[in-house]
């Protein structure tokens, strides 16, 4: 989704790597002062230190929802527990992985918030790191698509838009988290892979249900357990999940 050039976003987005200055922006600081004191009482509530935060997101593109979950990072047998759920507020494209340029898909995988834009023309945006590894593999090798970012108003062609206020509270939620270095993870998936949702996602193409087969171990360790899968990306691009 691009308001601006490639080259500009990239140098925009790059621009803001110190966690202190990113607090500085005018956005972020309005964020702060409307939202901040709510989710450290939330985050409380949870029995999660705001301190020592770390977050998780989890967007599912049938059911048009996104889980922000988070626990205490250095808290022995920690565990995540869910935060908060938000509407997706607008989708493009249909079930099934990201792989061209132009093609209006939400991408679908494992993936990190790898950068944060106090001044995207969506308000406040997150970075997605698509292409990952396992998209270069599998995508158009000249045209992959990029600049996926999950941010404020309710538009889009390929990212993942959450309102100006639901992006407030995920942009600090975040930018907290990572604060000590470390990317927050996001996983996107299709759809929560029930028993009622697999008989829908069944009446797919066999190839796109072969690539759900191999995020879907992510998604029940995680269900089942409440901690993060380790993965990898094959030479083929397929995902193997610890």
Not at 10 to 33: C, D, E, H, Q
Request: with cysteine; aromatic share 12%; proline share 4%.
């Amino acid at each position: 989704m691009k308001k601006l050039s490639l080259l500009a976003s990239i140098f925009l987005f790059f621009s803001f790597t110190n966690y202190k200055g990113k607090k500085n922006y005018p956005r972020v600081k309005n964020a702060y002062l409307e939202k901040w004191e709510t989710l450290k009482s939330l985050l409380a509530s949870k029995g999660i230190d705001d301190s020592d935060l770390e977050i998780y997101l989890r967007a599912f593109k049938m059911e048009g929802k996104f889980e922000v979950w988070g626990k205490s990072r250095n808290k022995k047998n920690s565990k995540f527990v869910l935060i908060k759920t938000y509407d997706i507020c607008k989708s493009s494209g249909v079930l099934g992985p990201k792989r061209k340029e132009g093609d209006k898909q939400v991408p679908e995988g494992l993936y990190n918030i790898t950068t944060y834009n106090p001044t995207s023309a969506y308000y406040l945006g997150m970075l997605v790191n698509y292409p990952n590894k396992s998209d270069l593999i599998r995508s158009d090798k000249t045209r992959p698509g990029g600049s996926i970012m999950i941010h404020g108003d309710c538009v889009t062609i390929g990212c993942i838009p959450l309102t100006d206020e639901y992006i407030k509270e995920v942009y600090i939620l975040c930018l907290e988290s990572s604060k000590n270095g470390e990317n927050v993870r996001v996983d996107i998936f299709p759809c929560h892979f029930d028993e009622k949702n697999e008989k829908i996602i069944s009446k797919f193409p066999k190839e796109t249900q072969s690539f759900w087969n191999e995020i879907k171990p992510a998604y029940h360790k995680f269900n089942k357990e409440k901690t993060l899968c380790h993965f990898k990306v094959l030479n083929d691009g397929s995902y193997s999940i610890d």
